[in-house]
């Protein structure tokens, strides 16, 4: 696939040795910045989460050993699925799957950078390596993200609203209904034709140009994408089953509404704007749900642990990013 021109990614000219020298150190001195600092909120939200629980005197189940590794590959499994919808979007441009993980698993480490400037920056300069038009890549970073929040909230709230009843909505308005209204501007983007109309809009008046018409999944391929986005939840949340039965008495018929909470917990954290924080929008969400079926106290300290085991399943992301990336050729890699 070609870029317009005003898209097209211009052929670099010849770098002197010097230059290349001083881009080289540069880069080097921007890569251990980034590291420290990525360590550095790593570490107090490590330190955090350990102290919220230290008061619990739990004792260690070799369970968590296996929801931390869910955990962690839950990003890895979205970072394959994320890799087909670009080989969708430019089928001339190869990437394997081990390059699309290795990726995807550096933007999700990238996240403990403020806000999501650290993710999508990651993969569009991986784009501008591997000679994919950013535009594209920005494109698919929207789809992820809406594909995610498809996943989380539709089947949490028919799962919920079949085992609690409506009445979890008028006790909980805004929280459980909130992210309804993401869906709304979710289906805009599923819609090819909408979404490109819905671009175009500011690069017309800003940029004078418009997006190519292939940038766009077709209705049936976003479709496929939405339904495949929903295996990683479902890791997820078998992880998240996994911690609920070390802490509480939970039988067959709670596993399934404990999952889908975690995925809903996921999608409103990304809302946080409009909800309350509380214990922090994914514990309170957490927590407002399995309180329901289980004491608020052991609700608590479910949502506690499973921030604890996320957050080191981090650090498991961050080791396949490391094995993976040596399959990737030097000149490309992230």
């Known amino acids: 696939m070609t870029d317009s021109s005003s898209f097209a990614n211009g052929e670099s000219k010849p770098v002197a040795r010097g230059g290349l020298t001083v881009r080289r150190a540069l880069r080097w001195t921007v890569t251990v910045l980034v590291i420290a600092v990525v360590g550095m909120f790593f570490a107090l939200t490590l330190a955090e989460n350990w102290a919220d629980l230290r008061a619990e005197n739990l004792r260690f189940s070799p369970w968590w050993l296996l929801a931390t590794a869910c955990f962690a590959a839950a990003v890895a499994v979205t970072g394959s699925a994320w890799g087909r919808i670009i080989r969708w979007l430019d089928p001339s441009v190869r990437v394997s799957s081990s390059e699309a993980v290795a990726v995807q698993c550096l933007s999700w480490v990238l996240k403990y950078i403020p806000g999501q400037v650290g993710s999508v920056t990651n993969k569009v300069l ?98 496929f994408a939405a339904v495949e986005f929903l295996l990683p939840r479902a890791i997820n949340g078998v992880g998240f089953v996994l911690i609920a039965a070390t802490v509480s008495d939970i039988t067959p018929a709670h596993w399934l509404p404990f999952a889908t909470t975690y995925a809903l917990a996921g999608a409103v954290g990304l809302l946080a704007i409009l909800v309350p924080s509380g214990l922090g929008v994914r514990e309170a969400v957490i927590v407002l749900v399995l309180s329901q079926y289980i004491p608020a106290p052991e609700a608590i300290v479910i949502s506690l642990l499973s921030r604890l085991l996320a957050t080191i399943g981090d650090a498991v992301v961050a080791a396949i990013y490391l094995i993976v990336r040596r399959t990737i050729p030097q000149e490309i890699r992230p």
């Open 126 to 223: 991986w784009a501008g390596k591997k000679g994919i038009s950013r535009t594209l890549v920005l494109i698919s970073f929207v789809y992820e993200h809406v594909f995610l929040l498809i996943a989380s909230i539709v089947p949490a709230l028919v799962v919920l609203l079949v085992s609690l009843g409506p009445g979890i909505l008028g006790e909980n308005f805004t929280l459980m209904v909130a992210p309804l209204l993401v869906l709304i501007p979710a289906a805009a983007v599923v819609h090819a034709p909408t979404f490109r109309r819905l671009l175009n809009i500011p690069l017309r008046r800003i940029l004078k140009r418009t997006v190519p018409a292939e940038y766009f999944l077709t209705s049936r391929r976003a479709t």
